[in-house]
Nanobody, 124 residues
Framework: QVQLVESGGGLVQAGGSLRLSCAAS????????MGWFRQAPGKEREFVAS????????YYADSVRGRFSISRDNAENTVYLQMNSLKPEDTADYYC?????????????????WGQGTQVTVSS
């Protein structure tokens, strides 16, 4: 069982940056691929980024590649999402997820555990 708690969301102007964190409980954090997803009001959940168990491999949605960066600290049981050059269309609730899946899996249904989300609002 893994519990995930996101933090770091907030209100930022377009062009600004935010860093999201996701703290995981349990001693098996390093055995999971970690992903970030987002859901905007009235829209379906979408994949943002994922990172392999060791942190050596990362994968991004086309919409965020080059602006967002996912990383993890297995000693601290934490995964991060650094978001730069934010746009109003990045406004959404952001969720981290853990799964016993490949490092480039974009299908959220294949992840096992989810956090409660943190809200990100980007003003124009």
């Amino acid at each position: 069982q893994v519990q995930l708690v996101e933090s770091g969301g907030g209100l930022v102007q377009a062009g600004g940056s935010l860093r999201l964190s996701c703290a995981a409980s349990g001693r098996t954090f390093s055995s999971y691929t970690m992903g970030w997803f987002r859901q905007a009001p009235g829209k379906e959940r979408e994949f943002v980024a994922s990172i392999s168990r060791s942190g050596a491999r990362t994968y991004y949605a086309d919409s965020v590649r080059g602006r967002f960066s996912i990383s993890r600290d297995n000693a601290e049981n934490t995964v991060y999402l650094q978001m730069n050059s934010l746009k109003p269309e990045d406004t959404a609730d952001y969720y981290c997820a853990a799964g016993s899946v490949g490092w480039a899996i974009q299908n959220g249904d294949m992840y096992d555990y989810w956090g409660q989300g943190t809200q990100v609002t980007v003003s124009s």
